[in-house]
DNA sequence: TATGAATGAGCTTTCATTCAT
DNA sequence: AATGAATGAAAGCTCATTCAT
């Protein structure tokens, strides 16, 4: 019954939808799951029929968003063959596609981290396999000579702790006041300020053979 | 009666003390009124009778501990004369105190999240003004043309979020493993690392006038 | 279409056989129609076609229940001439059935009395007759001058009763430790001191023309 | 502060009161704490302050109950000199408080019995308190020989399992019809059968220096 | 000031039942 | 006949907050 069981990935999707919606509008602990549910176009018993409970909601929409953001981002390095460049794509993707879907990154960075210890362990592990990402291009770049020898491991957390904060101002700022900052201006200066954070002269912008709207939100799966 | 006075103050940094122990070690909702009460050595009463309500607690206590890091940043920036030395100091306060306190760390940087939107607002608003602070010594920096032009909002933006990402890692990983890095490991990447990514060459490791024990936790405020 | 029929007839059965297996194992309340179901094979749509809700399976095991059961021991009754031998001989096929099927032995007793009032009205109703059926006996063997006069209703509820009540704990004691009895023990037992209460010296152990293994379970129907 | 304690423990009587009445009307899966929290004249947040659960609530209800029986039971089992009579006093005990009792009766022999195996695993318990304390008067009285050696452990059980289906009736069957036995009249035919179960000519009526009411409900504790 | 019993709104979760397919 | 996704009422439980003592 191939019918039914699209129907109910089809249902999962839209849970997973309406749950990162609630929960970055309410925060996680206020995010009832009757409103999920309802903005899901399904009750509450529907939501428990197809996920065993409010917290395996969020820790599904967390891999899954993790899986699209890893694959991604393992595409964008691949598709360089510079070790800097490398790195700098990496850190070019993310802070693309968490600005493109504003909703998932805040509740990527921000609402999570009140779900309990269970989910800080999660959101931690998430971002660790982030980290490792960028450091292993910095441990490659180091390797072939590009830079020089450095602690790679503190050096990949700053860069990703770095990218969060600039990301997560961009995101919750709204279009607030003066300072507004495009994001092509943001990445511009965070690249630079990290290329050079490494020893490596930041090479022009590189041709960018990608979409680059700022765009909107929704539809993030 | 200043007698009275004082002994409600101190009731209150008993609370406050309470409620951060608490809090770091439950997450910011599952730490009961009940538990802060049990742990200040009151009663559920009691603690209303000195605050409104949990939400204030955590308001307060952000407030308390922002004060007081703000006072000691403030103070080690005003004990440098160079632009860059200033901005060093800083961030090696930030770094020096938060790790020194592990407790207040956390509560600051990671439960205070899960709290809702007026927390995150709060943390946020703190977290601006850490970042102003270290702006402002950007500026100068640029200023006395020690540093090349930037845009030092983003910068200081990014600053913030590295310190955060490292020293969260830091705070968070315990003592284990093989890769465990001394505080002074790690304030040494980092400074180098931040410093290089304004274009300053890192200076020699400043001859450290303050007290650099890695330590332990208690006692606070 | 008698084949359909048939066909019916047998899903129903697997259905009460489920149901008999599936509250056994959790009790009554904790006897979910899902699971029911998938122990019958089929699924809950599947139940509810047979059956028109939970109450009614529980009712109908009853009565296909009682009915066997009933069938049994009045047989058994109708096999012996002597009033005083068909008291002995009710009690006797009661106690060997029902330890036979220690399943239904449990629903039957046990588990039914949590189902609510309707079923403990049930239950009771179905106990009646059993009892009904015992003094039945005790009246004709009054009749027959076999014993004396008595109140024949309170002690044919009395060897219900005590029948019930050896039995659970024979049902429910599993194999545990060293007070063990065989089911011979206990019926030997059990029968002196009932046929001892209405003053009928016990007679020798019967020959016994039935089965006697202690057997297992399964396959109740 | 004991007016505080006192306060409380009143509550929990009341609590435990009302939840027997409740029980007893609705089986205990449908006796909603809320039910009885109303009943107890207090609120569901009541309840759970002095109770850690609806469980705990049944299992407090039963021992509380458990107890008293016990140590009535054993007052008039002491108060006999000879092994039969004590035997027999014991019986009549029972018999005469639950009896008494009926809205506890119901919660003890019925409807725990649905509340899950944790309950029949404690009624269980408490029964074999109750068939521990018949068999050791069998035990002496066939020491002493007043009656011949026997399985008292089985026809203890019988006993109890008599007492019980016997009492279950009386106290179920409300005064209808003409069939209604008053208590004095179940407990003689009642005696009569156990005792000459176990060979022992029952002795006259004894003197019976007790109330013997037949009498209503409430202020059980 | 302090206590802790009491409140009650609100949450997550379960599950008998329905019904489109 | 059968499936299983969907429903929604109802339950147990938590906890910030209040208030008589």
């Known amino acids: 019954m191939p019918v039914q069981q699209a129907r109910a990935r089809s249902r999962q999707q839209k849970i997973l939808r309406a749950a990162a919606d609630v929960i970055s509008r309410r925060g996680y602990r206020d995010a009832a799951v009757e409103e999920i549910a309802r903005e899901a176009e399904t009750s509450k018993g529907g939501v428990y029929f197809h996920f065993p409970g409010k917290e395996a909601i969020l820790l599904a929409l967390l891999d899954h968003t993790a899986g699209l953001l890893r694959g991604k981002v393992e595409a964008a390095i691949a598709a360089e063959a510079d070790p800097v460049a490398k790195a700098d794509a990496a850190l070019r ?15 990527f960075a921000v609402e999570a981290a009140g779900a309990g210890p269970r989910f800080n362990a999660r959101v931690s592990a998430i971002q660790d396999e982030f980290i490792a990402l960028i450091r292993e291009q910095l441990d ?6 590009a830079i020089a020898p450095m602690d ?11 990218l969060d904060a600039v990301l997560q101002r961009y995101v919750t700022a709204g279009s607030r006041g003066a300072g507004r900052r ?19 002269e930041p090479a022009p912008r590189p041709t960018d053979n990608g979409d680059r709207q700022e765009s909107g939100d929704r539809h993030d799966h």
């Open 93 to 107: 993707t993310l802070l693309r596609i968490l600005a493109k879907h504003r909703t998932l990154a805040r509740v």
């Open 140 to 145: 490659d770049a180091v390797a072939a000579g």
């Open 182 to 200: 495009s994001l092509d201006e943001i990445h511009d200066t965070l690249r630079r300020t990290l290329l050079r954070s490494i020893g490596a």
């Open 152 to 162: 790679t491991t503190v050096v990949a957390q700053a860069w990703m702790g770095a």
